[in-house]
Structure formats: structure tokens, C-alpha cells
């Protein structure tokens, strides 16, 4: 399939008939964020199902709407519940929800995603803002017919993860009570988690937390050159760490505990921006 502008532009020309601004913020809403949604004020709600060109959520704890509306008085719109290459998608249709975004008019990408915590200095419920990423696994979302629209076929991602929003970030967390780092993200395809022996290649390489999402949203936001904001949430010590199986449980109970704290951690945020 090549994706064209006009495709993107389909979805995007939908969305525009059913609301009457500009959204400058895009959030994407990743496990630890559910009650964000609740933040929202008037609140419009489209569910990916309805979106002309869109694709749908297959997992049963990610939604599968937009939500547009007002949040500490900036216009934004949610992501609640995204794409991951582990649910059949193709790296290449994995572009589609950014592109979209971008041509609504938003400004500012956060990203929010569960990740495991191969730094041992880290624990679950810390926060870390990813500073780069490592990806050695799977395709780029950008391979095949580079649409020129949205930016060039080569270009630079040494500063993806922009360093003022990083700046901001960090000033919000005081006062918080969460304990939040500046790390490196590394992808794994999943929808395995991972072996202890590619955990302890990843900690090698240079990686504090490993997840199965986020890089190929940042790595779409990149191309269009949309400032990028990464956030993890520690919901786990990642594999081998330590003595005892890895459990999808430990992740969504670890992101229930923290999830009302970091809610408030993205408003200050989005305020600040
Ligand atoms: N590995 C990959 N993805 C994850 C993890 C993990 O340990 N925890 C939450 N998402």
C-alpha cells in the first residue's frame, strides 16, 4: 500500500468538520494515563471506527478515541489508545495517527507509554523522560514512498526528543512526588516481554528502560518536525532483573498505582507548554 497525502489528508479533513478549533497539543494517552481523560474539558469524542483512513485498536485496554477539548485552558486533543507493530500492523501504517495530528494544526507531541526499567538504579512508579532511543529491531514507520509533504527522505534525529520540552518537564516534576529521570528508551517489538539476556544486551548498549511503543509515533513526529515530548512510566523492573517471571498483572497494577499522580504530573505539563 503507498500512503498519500491525500490519504492522510482524508482523515484529517474528516476530523475538521467535527470541531470548531485547533488543537495545539497532542497527547498520546499510553496505560498510565486512563484518568487524564477525565481532565478534559467539553470534551469531543471520535472513535477511530468513524475516521475515514484510521486504524483500530486491537488492545482491550486502549480505547480507541480521539478526544478533543480544553485541558488547563490549552485546546489539545487525546489519543486514548494507540497502534503498536505487535498487533499486525505494518511499521509503514504505524505513521498514519501523527500525520493526522499534524495536519489538525497541533503543534506539540507528548507521547506516554509503560516501559520496563533495565537501569537498576530506577524503580517501578519512576517517571523517566526519554532523551533518545535505541532501535534495532524491526523496520522504520518511514520506509517506502517518502511523502514529501511531511518532510525529506533522509533527515536528522539527533535532537528528536526536544531538549526545552525536556527542560520543562523536569521543573514540572518538582512538587510532585514522583521521582523522574532523563533516559535512553530502547524498542522491542514485543508482544513478548523481554529474554534477561536481551535485557542485559540492552543495559550494555546504553538503554534505562525497554517498551513496545513510542519510537515510531516520535520517529513520524521527527520527519514532520513536531517538537516531541517522550514519557515513561516504570511500571516494572524489566525481565531477569529480578528472581521471578514477568507478568502483564505487575505492569497494569504498578500503572494503577501511580496513575492519579502522573494525570496530574501531565496537566502541569500541558500548562507549562
Ligand atoms: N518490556 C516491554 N514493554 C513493557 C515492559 C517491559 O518490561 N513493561 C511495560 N511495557
Known amino acids: 500500500m503507498t500512503y498519500t497525502y491525500e490519504y492522510f489528508k ?14 495545539e497539543i497532542a497527547i498520546v494517552l499510553g496505560s498510565c494515563l486512563g484518568p487524564f481523560s477525565n481532565e478534559i474539558e467539553n470534551p469531543v469524542v471520535i472513535d477511530y471506527a468513524d475516521i475515514p483512513n484510521f486504524l483500530v485498536s486491537t488492545v ?13 485552558g490549552k485546546k489539545v486533543v487525546c489519543m486514548s489508545g494507540r497502534f503498536h507493530s505487535y498487533e499486525g500492523y505494518d511499521f509503514e501504517q504505524l505513521v498514519i495517527p501523527v500525520r493526522v495530528l499534524k495536519l489538525l494544526g497541533v503543534k ?12 537498576t538504579d530506577y524503580r517501578p512508579g519512576d517517571v523517566m523522560l526519554v532523551s533518545d532511543h535505541i532501535k534495532l529491531t524491526g523496520a522504520s514507520p518511514l520506509r517506502g514512498h517518502n511523502v514529501e509533504e511531511f518532510g525529506p ?10 531538549p526545552q520540552l525536556r527542560e520543562i518537564a523536569l521543573k514540572c516534576a518538582e512538587g510532585t512526588g514522583l521521582t523522574v529521570h532523563e533516559g535512553v528508551y530502547m524498542f522491542f517489538t ?3 516481554f523481554e529474554t534477561p539476556a536481551e535485557i542485559r544486551a ?3 548498549l546504553g538503554a534505562d528502560a525497554v517498551g513496545m511503543s513510542t ?10 518536525g513536531m517538537p516531541l515530548l517522550a514519557v515513561s512510566v516504570m511500571t516494572n523492573m524489566a525481565a531477569g532483573v529480578l528472581d521471578r517471571p514477568l507478568t502483564s498483572e505487575e505492569v497494569d497494577e504498578t500503572a494503577k ?3 492519579h499522580r502522573f494525570s496530574s504530573y501531565m496537566k502541569k505539563i500541558v500548562a507549562a507548554i
Open 153 to 162: 527522505r533522509f533527515f536528522d534525529i539527533s535532537r528528536m526528543y526536544t
Open 60 to 72: 482491550s485496554s486502549h480505547a480507541g478515541k480521539l478526544i478533543f477539548g480544553t485541558v488547563c
Open 190 to 192: 514485543g508482544p513478548q
Open 202 to 204: 540492552a543495559r550494555i
Open 215 to 224: 519510537v515510531t509515533e516520535a520517529l513520524t513526529a521527527a520527519h514532520c
Open 10 to 23: 482524508k482523515s484529517a479533513d474528516y476530523l475538521k468538520e467535527k470541531i470548531d478549533f485547533v488543537p
Open 257 to 259: 498505582t501511580i496513575e
Open 108 to 119: 506539540t507531541l507528548i507521547l506516554t507509554n509503560a516501559a520496563g526499567a533495565v537501569n
